[in-house]
């Protein structure tokens, strides 16, 4: 159960004088006002011929003082206080005490009335409710409130009853005791000043009736040094119309079993409905940490946000808090003072939103927890980085070559590249010809260049690959979107026309060219061709007479590889066919011959064919020979060759050509030296 040891009551009973009540009308925000009155009363009211019976006098309007307390005695005979006298019919009003009046709201009831028995005992009621409350007005003028009385209000008994409105103290108050006083109301904020505390902790407790049996706890002061003067603290009304504070001596006082004083769970958690054997954030109990001094409130938190490149500069922010329980938060930006600049409000939720202001560019933002204690908890801080970009991104086509956005080409497929000098997220194209529309084709990004000095990524090079074209107008609308969001899109006009493709295709053989010997029974043959929707054939004619045709692959850059043709013993007769996609042919005729003499590679394992250099290895029947392999030397030892850093062609296809050189021929490296040994 909790003591009390000095309580001190503002605005909190009906016999509290005017200035009390005046203050209560602050706290609820409530203006005071006097309001009309009479000067002549019904003569068969009830509350009249009481009232006058007890010496009260009448009080004309304008005798009313600006500030007063009015109580309103109603017809079921129940006394209601109110600040302010209520607005409507005139009534006759009373003086009972300095400041302090009574209201006839009963509306004439007669004196007396024989014949109804319901009647005479409601107005004898009302007669009593009159003179109780004449007398306890009265009884208020003394310093002491009797026990009764004070426990009839949830008070001490034996308790110094303060009569101080905001301004200004009667008599009877004491100055140098505990006393609240109000300053001002404002903005949803009550203003109030704790004077003569002592170094103790000082609980500030609420209720908005009287007749309600429990305080509720508002806010706890911490007084340090000399408090002989005056702490201020403010109380926030919310919806409250009226509202009743006090003030007690919180040193010492526990519930619930506990050790822990209530104080100290107040001053950690905003609450005392906790336990010693509660844990603290960081597994302790809180009875430990209360006997070692240890705040038991530690924080520890995370930023979360969806993007650190931005559109807005309102942003929203997650907070991902893992140990304690926060109660305030503040939020910076671009300030490198923030801890002691910090404006900290109460923490509501998770969710927050940061406004980085209306500048372009990178913005430090700071986010703070704090407990519920106020100086006694060691703020915890979190840093976030976050660019803030209004700027949609430039798009530059590099291929196909256009001329303010328009080209013709003869080929029905095409690889459109370019790059941004912003970091793009994505890129995506729709494409509208004779044939249809298609929309959201995805593009791709193949490398971005990232800045050391800011420490991001910036220029980015993209393509959208294999793009069909029908014969006439092709439109084509990138779209792209860099990291913050922000959208572009570029139309590109490309007409497809055949008329210019009056030339067979053009074909560059990359391997076997004519006269060359080949080691091995089959082989692959490799070359170029300049439509990469060209239809490409091979033909192999043996020594022995034996005829192969098969048809080859051309990919998207224009290489075709016609792959696994059969090589027969002997000179062997290739012809090549190539046919566009115009209908134009172009055939290539070439022999090759086998090799006298065996070459084998062992094969790389997968996982190395994407490394720039391999090591590669293998065999050679001929000893004597000097054997190269993309432009490295081998060396061979009792037939067995080895090559290191060989390296691989880009793209995804590992490509190794080996040519051997007899014993005189030069060499690439411009020697005619053997390549045996180690």
Not at 426 to 455: E, H
Request: overall charge negative.
């Amino acid at each position: 159960m909790k003591t009390f040891k000095s309580v001190l009551l503002v605005g909190s009973a009906l016999f509290v004088s005017l200035n009390l009540l005046h203050a209560q009308a602050l706290l609820s925000g409530q203006a005071v006002q006097a309001g009309g009155a009479v000067t002549a009363a019904p003569q068969d009211s009830i509350v009249q011929v009481t009232a006058e019976a007890q010496g009260l006098q009448l009080v004309a309007p304008a005798d009313l003082p600006d500030n007063g307390t009015y109580w309103l005695m109603t017809t079921n005979g129940q006394p209601l206080p109110l600040p302010f006298l209520p607005p409507g019919p005139d009534f006759p009003i009373y003086q009972m005490s300095d400041g302090i009046f009574l209201v006839d709201e009963t509306g004439g009831q007669v004196a007396t009335n024989e014949n109804n028995s319901t009647i005479e005992s409601a107005l004898a009621a009302q007669a009593d409710a009159v003179v109780s409350l004449i007398n306890q007005v009265q009884d208020a003028q003394v310093a002491q409130l009797s026990s009764d009385l004070a426990m009839a209000f949830g008070l001490d008994a034996g308790m110094d009853l303060m009569m101080a409105d905001s301004f200004s103290m009667a008599s009877s108050y004491d100055p140098a005791g505990l006393w609240l006083e109000i300053t001002n109301v404002a903005n949803g904020w009550s203003y109030c000043n704790l004077h003569n505390g002592t170094n103790f902790v000082y609980a500030i407790l609420s209720k908005t009736n009287l007749t309600d049996a429990t305080w509720n706890v508002e806010t706890e002061l911490f007084p340090t040094g000399d408090q002989t003067n005056v702490m201020p603290f403010a109380v926030q009304n919310f919806d409250r119309q009226t509202l009743f504070l006090r003030a007690l001596d919180w040193t010492g006082v526990t519930e619930n079993g506990n050790t822990t004083p209530d104080w100290w769970l107040w001053q950690y958690f905003g609450t005392t409905a906790l336990s010693d054997t509660n844990l603290d954030s960081q597994g302790n109990t809180l009875l430990s940490d209360y006997q070692n001094g240890t705040d038991p409130n530690v924080l520890q938190f995370s930023i979360e946000v969806t993007n650190n490149y931005v559109t807005s500069m309102n942003v929203p922010v997650s907070l991902n808090v893992f140990a304690g329980v926060p109660s305030y938060v503040a939020v910076s930006v671009d300030d490198p003072n923030y801890s002691a600049d910090a404006t900290w409000t109460d923490y509501v939720s998770s969710n927050l939103n940061v406004n980085l202001g209306m500048a372009s560019g990178w913005h430090d933002v700071w986010i703070g927890l704090r407990g519920h204690a106020d100086g006694t908890n060691a703020a915890a801080w979190q840093y976030e980085r976050l660019k803030l970009n209004y700027t949609s991104p430039l798009l530059i086509i590099t291929n196909p070559v256009m001329t303010a956005g328009v080209a013709t080409v003869s080929v029905p497929l095409v690889q459109i590249n370019g790059y941004s000098p912003s970091a793009l997220a994505n890129v995506t194209y729709d494409l509208s010809n004779a044939v249809g529309v298609v929309t959201g084709q995805s593009g791709g990004i193949t490398d971005q260049t990232y800045d050391t000095n800011t420490w991001e990524f910036t220029t980015t090079s993209f393509e959208a690959v294999d793009v069909p074209l029908a014969v006439g107008l092709n439109v084509i609308s990138l779209h792209a979107t860099d990291t913050a969001g922000n959208t572009t899109t570029t139309n590109l006009n490309l007409t497809l026309d055949y008329s210019s493709r009056t030339n067979p295709p053009a074909v560059q053989l990359f391997w076997p060219k004519n006269g060359e010997q080949i080691s091995g029974s089959s082989f692959n043959w490799r070359g170029w061709v300049d439509d990469p929707l060209a239809k490409v054939s091979a033909q192999i004619v043996g020594a022995d007479g034996s005829t192969n045709t098969l048809n080859g692959l051309v990919e998207r850059n224009g290489n075709f590889w016609v792959e696994n043709l059969p090589m027969p013993n002997g000179t062997n007769s290739l012809t090549l066919t190539v046919t566009d996609s115009a209908g134009e042919i172009a055939t290539t005729n070439i022999t090759v011959s086998t090799c006298p003499f065996t070459v084998t590679m062992t094969p790389i394992p997968d996982d190395q064919l994407w490394n720039k250099k391999v090591t590669a290895t293998g065999t050679i029947s001929d000893s004597s020979q000097s054997l190269w392999i993309n432009g490295m030397r081998a060396y061979v030892t009792n037939n067995v060759w080895t090559a290191t850093n060989v390296p691989t062609t880009e793209g995804g296809t590992a490509i190794f050509n080996i040519t051997c050189y007899s014993s005189g021929e030069r060499l690439p490296d411009g020697t005619t030296n053997n390549a045996t040994g180690n």
